[in-house]
């Protein structure tokens, strides 16, 4: 079956401390994209990337960094940096970046992230 | 920037009662996007409008290019279907979706 996983679903960390979340997808997607989402408030996108070895800064990257080694991995690492990282997260990857949003994207299953 | 703006924010129906929900956004766009999320946090892309008006099963999602709206419609509306559904647009030449907050609809058996 194709489409795209995150682990873990639920992830706690301590205050200070970098957190890694995981997303793969075997879609053979060349875009894929961390968005962030907090209560009452739409998905905001942090980073996203159109192809191996280059992505680019949304609208909220501070305290967050990514990397793209691989076409099916996308990982994003919160960092202490991040004031307020408690949220849920949602990975997603489209075939390929389309200026104009005409591309479908395709969501993983989240991960929910708690800071104690 | 896009101002996204859904209504209304909660919806609760009873089950086989017709569904809409709206959205409204400030610039001009070149695609529109509704999307389903499921108590879980999974979201599922449900259509992709530029113009004009889609359907699938019972579900159908209208534009209006001119007056900046779109309606997204269920019909014989059923428990299964209780869920957040999200508006997102992207303008010209620009390939980042704004989303709208969404609208929590809950049917009721």
Same mark, same amino acid.
């Given at each position: 079956?194709?489409?795209?996983?995150?682990?873990?679903?639920?992830?706690?960390?301590?205050?200070?401390?970098?957190?890694? &979340?995981?997303?793969?997808?075997?879609?053979?997607?060349?875009?894929?994209?961390?968005?962030?989402?907090?209560?009452?408030?739409? &998905?905001?996108?942090?980073?996203?990337?159109?192809?191996?070895?280059?992505?680019?800064?949304?609208?909220?990257?501070?305290?967050?960094?990514?990397?793209?080694?691989?076409?099916?991995?996308?990982?994003?690492?919160?960092?202490?940096?991040?004031?307020?990282?408690?949220?849920?997260?949602?990975?997603?990857?489209?075939?390929?970046?389309?200026?104009?949003?005409?591309?479908?994207?395709?969501?993983?299953?989240?991960?929910?992230?708690?800071?104690? | 920037?896009?101002?996204?703006?859904?209504?209304?924010?909660?919806? @609760?129906?009873?089950?086989?009662?017709?569904?809409?929900?709206?959205?409204?956004?400030?610039?001009?766009?070149?695609?529109?996007?509704?999307?389903?999320?499921?108590?879980?946090?999974?979201?599922?892309?449900?259509?992709?409008?530029?113009?004009?008006?889609?359907?699938?099963?019972? &579900? !159908?999602? @209208?534009?209006? !290019?001119?007056?900046?709206?779109?309606? &997204?419609?269920? @019909?014989?509306?059923?428990?299964?279907?209780?869920?957040?559904?999200?508006?997102?647009?992207?303008?010209?030449?620009?390939?980042?979706?704004?989303?709208?907050?969404?609208?929590?609809?809950?049917? !009721?058996?």
């Amino acid at each position: 079956d194709g489409g795209i996983t995150q682990s873990p679903k639920y992830l706690f960390r301590k205050e200070g401390q970098n957190v890694t &979340l995981s997303c793969e997808q075997n879609l053979n997607h060349d875009a894929m994209y961390w968005y962030r989402q907090d209560p009452g408030q739409g &998905l905001r996108l942090i980073y996203y990337s159109q192809i191996v070895n280059d992505f680019q800064k949304g609208d909220i990257a501070e305290g967050y960094s990514v990397s793209r080694e691989k076409k099916e991995s996308f990982p994003l690492t919160v960092t202490s940096a991040q004031k307020n990282p408690t949220a849920f997260y949602l990975c997603a990857s489209s075939i390929d970046l389309s200026a104009g949003g005409l591309n479908e994207q395709f969501f993983g299953p989240g991960t929910r992230l708690t800071v104690l | 920037k896009n101002e996204v703006e859904q209504s209304p924010q909660n919806l @609760t129906a009873q089950e086989g009662e017709f569904i809409t929900i709206n959205c409204s956004y400030s610039v001009g766009i070149s695609a529109l996007h509704w999307l389903q999320q499921h108590p879980g946090g999974g979201i599922v892309s449900l259509f992709m409008l530029s113009s004009g008006k889609k359907k699938h099963g019972r &579900l !159908i999602a @209208t534009i209006n !290019i001119q007056e900046k709206h779109s309606s &997204l419609h269920i @019909t014989a509306s059923h428990p299964r279907d209780s869920a957040v559904y999200i508006c997102a647009v992207a303008n010209f030449g620009n390939e980042k979706l704004t989303f709208g907050t969404g609208t929590r609809l809950t049917i !009721i058996p």
